[in-house]
């Protein structure tokens, strides 16, 4: 019964700053929030994640230190903070929703939004 609307994608040169936004539907206590990204020609990977509840975060290795989860609960919106953009950052970007808790598996997330393209250009 989730759904997710993800916005903010677009093109960016090297070094620049991008925001995404994914606004849910059918949040409740400890839901978990994911962003994960997919390449052409590659598997989706884990990005970032939140825990709706307590705003626990993690992130995958690539992206800590430039990336930033965070999440308006009055919104209902989750937000992946972009800075120092690189190139191999070029994907569709996506939000994701599970019952619990913050996985870094792409089966674990049952409520996927459509997908919003991130260009990281030289």
């Known amino acids: 019964q989730v759904h997710l609307a993800e916005s903010g994608g677009g093109m960016v040169q090297a070094g620049g700053s991008l925001r995404l936004s994914c606004a849910a539907s059918?949040?409740?206590?400890?839901?978990?929030m994911g962003w994960f990204r997919q390449a052409p020609g590659k598997e989706r990977e884990f990005v970032a994640g939140?825990?709706?509840?307590?705003?626990?975060?993690r992130y995958a290795d690539s992206v800590k230190g430039r990336f930033t989860i965070s999440r308006d609960s009055a919104k209902n919106t989750v937000y992946l903070q972009m800075n120092s953009l690189k190139p191999e950052d070029t994907a569709v970007y996506y939000c994701?929703?599970?019952?619990?808790?913050?996985?870094?598996?792409?089966?674990?997330?049952?409520?996927w939004g459509q997908g919003t393209q991130v260009t990281v250009s030289l």
């Open positions: 994701a929703a599970r019952p619990w808790g913050i996985s870094t598996q792409t089966n674990d997330y049952g409520n």
């Open positions: 059918g949040h409740f206590s400890n839901f978990g």
């Open positions: 939140i825990v709706w509840n307590d705003g626990r975060t």
